[in-house]
């Protein structure tokens, strides 16, 4: 429930910028790693960009150019990748593309990319995620709609093309639904935290949620009680052992509920987290 402390009081950046991502390297010194990593990045026009993790491994007090963008572009989402991983990258209207990481060439700090996913041209496309997958054996992709809708599905239903296309249906976006709002690569031992631009937040595991085909409309994973109300963000968390899942009989779950009927009890918050 703490405020916290303001990012310009620990990194020197201008008072008006903001965090977008942020990558945990176990050391930057090194050489072996730094130079069979990637830095890959998204921008919400689609476009990726991939450059070597040594590349940034001397760092400067002010920063160093990671990526030129285009006007009217920003930074989405960052991920290191070891150069055999498997992208997906989803847009607002519920459509996702995968393909191999080696289909993006390696460039320079400064560059600005290739284009990684063709958006609608309605004005209003986006890009609202991208992935990178590591196990495909174990890994389930979980994309997340805005009016409280998402659903797991196996990563084998995308088919694998080049980087640059519209992609395939996600999520079959409707009035009910909203547009899509994030999109995760997720394992039974994952928990889901759905935060509302209202300020509540739920935690649910994500092995409650059922596997289910690409082009679904997906569950309920968090009923909206404000009508104005929309998720504001979702991140993936590790589960907790069983004996930290007790609740408080007296605090009722929240219901997730599927769209052929059956209630689904996700985990909540303890008390004092």
Do not use: W
Not at 76 to 99: C, H, L, Q
Not at 178 to 200: F, P, R, Y
């Amino acid at each position: 429930t703490s405020k916290g402390r303001a990012i310009q009081n620990l990194l020197n950046i201008d008072a008006d910028d903001v965090v977008t991502a942020y990558l945990r390297v176990k050391n930057l010194n090194d050489t072996e790693f730094i130079n069979s990593h990637y830095v890959l990045f998204c921008t919400k026009n689609g476009v990726i960009k991939k450059t070597l993790l040594e590349q940034y491994s001397r760092p400067r007090q002010n920063g160093v150019n990671a990526i030129t963008i285009r006007e009217d572009d920003r930074v989405i989402e960052v991920r290191m990748t070891n150069g055999n991983n498997e992208i997906v990258i989803a847009n607002r209207n519920g459509r996702a593309i995968r393909f191999h990481e080696s289909a993006v060439r390696e460039m320079g700090r400064t560059a600005t990319g290739v284009r990684g996913i063709t958006l609608d041209e309605d004005g209003q496309d986006e890009v609202i995620g991208m992935i990178c997958i590591k196990d495909p054996e174990t890994e389930t992709i979980m994309v997340v709609s805005e009016n409280g809708y998402g659903k797991r599905s196996d990563i084998e239903d995308y088919r694998k093309t080049n980087r640059g296309g519209k992609g395939v249906k996600t999520l079959n976006i409707t009035d009910k639904t909203g547009s899509l709002v994030a999109i995760k690569s997720v394992t039974d031992e994952n928990d889901l935290m759905i935060i509302n631009k209202s300020g509540i937040t739920i935690r649910l595991k994500v092995a409650d949620v059922r596997i289910m085909g690409r082009a679904t409309q997906g569950v309920r994973l968090i009923d909206l009680e404000k009508r104005n109300d929309q998720i504001g963000s979702v991140c993936k968390v590790a589960s907790e052992n069983e004996e930290e899942e007790v609740q408080d009989e007296a605090t009722p779950a929240t219901d997730i509920q599927p769209a052929d009927g059956e209630t689904i009890q996700p985990a909540t918050d303890e008390p004092n987290e």
